[in-house]
């Protein structure tokens, strides 16, 4: 019969001899996982963060544009005289909500038929242009690439009294 107090005695001499082995064999690539983990992450981590900021950015102008546009032939549609100022103000509102400030907005109309008839349909045409985070600090605000957003809405000139 073989003793069992043996056996646990071969084991730790085992493991030891194993752990010097493998000293032995990761010795040159010892601590590179944690460079190559840096480096990975700022190849990869870096233009991700930067492309989801990018993408809500242009997600937020084109809510704003959308919302200003809708805003702009409402104002239009019931007010017989639409002012310029008022549709301004309404569009800084709407681009000072999403989080934009000094974004250029151009607002125009156009009308079928005589504008400012009843039953007569008004359109707004909303333009702007939004630049990419980070590039007016590199090129300045007027030479920055940017992406130019369009929307244009519809609405029906409001019936006046019927008589």
Do not use: W
């Not at 005695?9 to 010097?20: C, D, F, K, T, Y």
């Not at 239009?76 to 709407?94: G, I, T, Y």
């Not at 707004?124 to 130019?148: D, Q």
């Amino acid at each position: 019969m073989t003793d069992d107090r043996s056996e646990p005695n071969l084991e730790p001499e085992a493991s030891a001899e194993a752990g010097a082995g493998d000293d032995q064999c990761a010795g040159p690539d010892s601590g590179t996982a944690v460079i190559e983990f840096i480096f990975a992450s700022i190849v990869l981590l870096i233009p991700v963060v930067y492309l989801m900021l990018a993408i809500s950015q242009l997600q937020a102008a084109s809510y704003a544009t959308t919302s200003t546009a809708i805003s702009a032939s409402r104002i239009a549609a019931r007010d017989a005289n639409p002012s310029e100022r008022r549709a301004r103000d309404v569009a800084d509102m709407h681009f000072t909500d999403f989080g934009l400030s000094d974004v250029p907005v151009t607002i125009d109309y156009s009308c079928s038929g005589p504008c400012g008839r009843s039953g007569s349909l008004i359109t707004a045409r909303v333009e702007t242009k939004v630049s990419l985070p980070g590039f007016p600090l590199l090129f300045g605000t007027k030479n920055s690439p940017h992406i130019t957003l369009r929307a244009t809405h519809s609405d029906v000139v409001a019936v006046t009294g019927r008589g």
